[in-house]
C-alpha cells in the first residue's frame, strides 16, 4: 500500500512541474510603446503588472530586446503584449507582438 502511495505522490509532483513549467514561460504582459532607440536596441515600455518579473505594480520601464528586428514591428503609441526575463544585463524583452 505504500508503494502505491509513493508511487501516486511521484506522479501528481510530476504532472504539477509539467503544467507549471509551460504557464510560467507564457507569462505575456500588456504595455504600450513610449520609445524606441533601434541603436542602443531599447525599447521603452508603459504596462501593467509583471508578475513573471516580480512587479506588482505598473510603471514603465526601459528594456534590452533579444533581436534588434523586433523594434521594426512596433511603433511608438502601439499597444503591445510581450514576454521578458531578467538577465544580469537588466530586463530583456524576448517576443513582443502588437495587441489585438
Known amino acids: 500500500m505504500n508503494r502505491i502511495i509513493r508511487i501516486l505522490a511521484a506522479l501528481a509532483l510530476t504532472l504539477s512541474i509539467a503544467t507549471e513549467a509551460p504557464a510560467a514561460g507564457a507569462a505575456a504582459i500588456s504595455g504600450e510603446v513610449k520609445k524606441i532607440d533601434e541603436g542602443a536596441g531599447k525599447i521603452t515600455l508603459k504596462h501593467g503588472p509583471a508578475r513573471s518579473l516580480?512587479?506588482?505594480?505598473?510603471?514603465?520601464?526601459?528594456?534590452?530586446?533579444?533581436?534588434?528586428?523586433?523594434?521594426?514591428?512596433?511603433?511608438?503609441?502601439?499597444?503591445?503584449?510581450?514576454?521578458?526575463?531578467e538577465a544580469a544585463s537588466g530586463y530583456t524583452v524576448t517576443r513582443i507582438d502588437k495587441a489585438k
Do not use: S
Open 54 to 85: 516580480g512587479m506588482e505594480d505598473p510603471m514603465t520601464m526601459v528594456y534590452r530586446v533579444k533581436d534588434p528586428a523586433m523594434l521594426k514591428q512596433v511603433k511608438v503609441g502601439d499597444k503591445v503584449t510581450f514576454e521578458a526575463e
